[in-house]
């Protein structure tokens, strides 16, 4: 279904610190299939898009996100941009990339 999409829709509240830092599986699932994606403004999605430049951070206003979308509909040059960043960022977005940063980081605290 998400491979069908349009635009991916990825915007959290900031209820608790966990939402505050976390970044959200269908953050990946978008990049995965290559579609943009609505970004809530919290730090680790503005981090994430500003490096690879795969959706739109944008508040949680009405008027933001109908702005927002309505600026991919008429840049079909953006909308395309975005989908090839997220789709180079899938190559290195995932936990077979993870998993040796995090052997790393074991190696270096023994």
Same mark, same amino acid.
């Given at each position: 279904?998400?491979?069908?999409?349009?635009?991916?829709?990825?915007?959290?509240?900031?209820? @608790?610190? @966990?939402?505050?830092? @976390? &970044?959200?599986?269908?953050?990946?699932? =978008?990049?995965?299939?290559?579609?943009?994606?609505?970004?809530?403004?919290?730090?680790? =999605? $503005?981090?994430?898009?500003?490096?690879?430049?795969?959706? $739109?951070?944008?508040?949680?206003? +009405?008027? @933001?996100?109908?702005?927002?979308?309505?600026?991919?509909?008429?840049?079909?040059? &953006?909308?395309?941009?975005?989908?090839?960043? +997220?789709?180079? +960022?899938?190559? $290195?977005?995932?936990?077979?990339?993870?998993?040796?940063? &995090?052997?790393?980081?074991?190696?270096?605290?023994?």
């Amino acid at each position: 279904i998400t491979a069908n999409a349009w635009l991916g829709y990825n915007l959290l509240e900031n209820i @608790s610190l @966990s939402y505050y830092y @976390s &970044l959200s599986n269908k953050t990946f699932d =978008y990049m995965h299939a290559g579609i943009p994606q609505l970004m809530s403004d919290l730090p680790e =999605y $503005v981090n994430l898009n500003s490096k690879w430049k795969c959706g $739109v951070v944008t508040s949680l206003n +009405a008027k @933001s996100i109908i702005s927002t979308i309505a600026d991919l509909l008429n840049q079909p040059d &953006l909308y395309a941009s975005l989908c090839n960043h +997220a789709l180079m +960022a899938s190559k $290195v977005m995932v936990w077979e990339e993870e998993a040796k940063k &995090l052997e790393q980081l074991m190696k270096q605290l023994r």
